[in-house]
């Protein structure tokens, strides 16, 4: 394994140490290169900015309505999918497609075909029932990317927990019955409990992916009406502004970011993984 591991390390640690080594320099490639070494000015720059406490802000609210959404309807979807029905399996496969779906082509479905204020499904809808239909994308630009991100991330989710369902003890559930327990007591106190390591799985996996959001983001609003986050925010200060030195300083905070989510969430509930 010695050969896999050092090729993956390096993978990892090259731009790592690029992104650290230019975090300390003013590295603006349109305006002369390499301009030398500042030290932690970037990082106060960057921290400093009107833009920076608003990107966590709207990163943490992304992150937060869409593992909400994945959790709690990714729960029913895998308690619907494991009761037996005709065409089983053709039902999984079409439940699970949309995690393959490319981020880019997700967003653009949604915002052409189903959100578009003119031609949308969404606004057809709207005008079915008598009222005007929503700009999505400019009324409730947030609610609108956790319902394009969550789309994809739900299968997952899905997945996952229908495995956990698969593995619960049907006798379990029998022998509550029998002494008269109601649905919704066999759910929280025998069900729910069962699923709290595959819960534990679904936020821990996706939080780390859901950190680094930005395809739906730059397809759908351009970081506009208050959907900028940290990613986008990195993105536009080294690509647009041409600044990869604040840039990378910016990268800097979002692995510190990251690490300290991560740490948050293995102690709240990454306990459930020794039962």
Not at 134 to 163: G, H, K, R
Request: overall charge neutral; some cysteine.
């Amino acid at each position: 394994m010695a050969p896999a591991v050092f090729l993956l390390l390096v993978w990892m640690l090259v731009p790592l140490c690029m992104t650290l080594w230019f975090s300390v320099r003013d590295y603006r490639p349109l305006r002369g290169g390499d301009l030398g070494y500042v030290g932690l000015e970037n990082f106060a720059r960057f921290v400093s900015s009107s833009s920076f406490w608003p990107a966590i802000f709207t990163t943490l609210l992304i992150v937060g309505g869409v593992l909400l959404v994945s959790i709690v309807f990714g729960v029913l979807l895998a308690m619907l999918l494991d009761q037996p029905m005709w065409g089983q399996g053709i039902v999984r496969i079409l439940v699970i497609a949309p995690f393959f779906v490319m981020p880019t082509v997700s967003a653009l479905v949604w915002k052409n075909m189903f959100m578009d204020p003119t031609n949308g499904v969404f606004a057809h809808i709207w005008r079915a029932f008598g009222a005007d239909p929503v700009v999505w994308l400019t009324d409730v630009p947030i609610l609108s990317l956790v319902l394009i991100i969550s789309w994809q991330w739900l299968p997952f989710a899905t997945l996952i927990l229908l495995t956990a369902f698969q593995s619960l003890d049907s006798e379990q559930l029998e022998a509550a019955e029998m002494d008269g327990a109601s649905p919704l007591a066999r759910f929280f106190f025998i069900a729910l409990p069962h699923l709290s390591r595959a819960i534990t799985i679904v936020i821990l996996i996706q939080t780390i992916f859901l950190l680094a959001v930005f395809a739906e983001i730059f397809v759908t609003t351009g970081g506009a009406f208050g959907t900028r986050t940290l990613t986008y925010l990195i993105y536009q200060r080294v690509l647009e502004s041409q600044n990869v030195g604040l840039g990378s300083a910016g990268g800097v905070y979002a692995i510190i970011l990251a690490n300290i989510v991560a740490l948050f969430l293995m102690r709240i509930v990454g306990k459930n993984l020794d039962r």
